[in-house]
């Protein structure tokens, strides 16, 4: 039998409670198909910092190494706002993104039919709709050197960031967005400003040359990042696959995220590169949303994207496409029967909390899975 190992950090807030329905699901496919996950689970953010003063200990990050995937609940909260910035609860995360070398972010934007009324677009323009956003994580301006305010001497200082991309790091998250438009739609749309910014030029001519020498069979266009922020609200429906850099990426997945709801549906994935040998990504899965800190405890957080987020993994880092079809389908069935958690509720719904979605989703698994 095949072994699958995971590695579950449900971390502070929302994250324990949310994962927690992904455990049931886990342990479904363990005994209904023989799916071999094997599951240890370690502490992150907040909670790591009050067992270890750290916000990841150096045993669970040799654990998170090891693993074939690591899903990811939440961190932060009130309680750990004035620890040290070294060890704040983020620091966990981000340690997690640099050892695993995670550099490719994908955010799915989908539109759950039953919720496209919600969205601050209309119906129509949002209903159905189905995009990856990938953005480019470990580079660009939010790493580039110089980074620095300096004292010009005259009253004035200087705030100075960098953008600088090598044409591995745009060959990478290009190839990731090609093999990922094979599998979906078969179109990708580069974004970046090359009418205005150096790296934008490499950007897009990197791009160009991926696509010709390896990828010529999928469509590609190029887009200027702010008409692409345009044409993201006039028409998201237009686009399959988003590839673009790190600045642009966080703005853009966010747009992206608005057009279909609440925070509580949004799943993310952070990618690596192949193992040489193993062929396996280093991977992390994680809800796009914090711990809310004001829900906490209460039983009525929104399971669906950390659900969503394990989703994810069975489809990029198993290749269990079939059970990530069904599991996806159920959330939507769940959705289009009218049970709704409270960041989504609407008139005419029912409205239960965070157990009983996860058992209304894992029951509609099962059906779609019989
Ligand atoms: P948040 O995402 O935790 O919450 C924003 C709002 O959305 C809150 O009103 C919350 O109740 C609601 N919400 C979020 N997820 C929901 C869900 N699944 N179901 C129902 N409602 C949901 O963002 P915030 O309030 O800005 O931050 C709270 C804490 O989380 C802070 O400590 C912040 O640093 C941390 N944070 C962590 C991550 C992460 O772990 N990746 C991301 C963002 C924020």
Redesign the pocket.
Known sequence: MTVRNLFLLP?D???PE?MGEVRKIIAYMNKAKNAGFVTDEGLV?GCAYDAHGAAISEEDMGKALAADAVL???????K??SVPYEVR??AG?LRLRKDLQLFANLRPAICYPALASASSLKPELVDGLDILIIRELTGGVYFGEPKEIIDLGNGQKRGIDTQVYDTYEIERIAGVAFELARTRNNRVCSMEKRNVMKSGVLWNQVVTATHKEKYADVQLEHMLADAGGMQLVRQPKQFDVIVTDNLFGDMLSDVAAMLTG???MLPSASLGAPDAKTGKRKALY??????????AGKG???????IASFAMCLRYSFGLVADADALEKAIANVLDSGIR???IMSAGSRQVGTVEMGDAILAEFKALSA
Do not use: Q
């Open positions: 971390g807030g929302i994250g949310a953010g990811f609940g939440a961190v932060g909260g009130p750990w706002d609860p983020e995360l609440s925070l509580g994680e809800p796009v949303h914090g711990s809310a800190p004001d829900i009525i957080a929104n399971p669906i994207a950390m958690t409270g960041d």
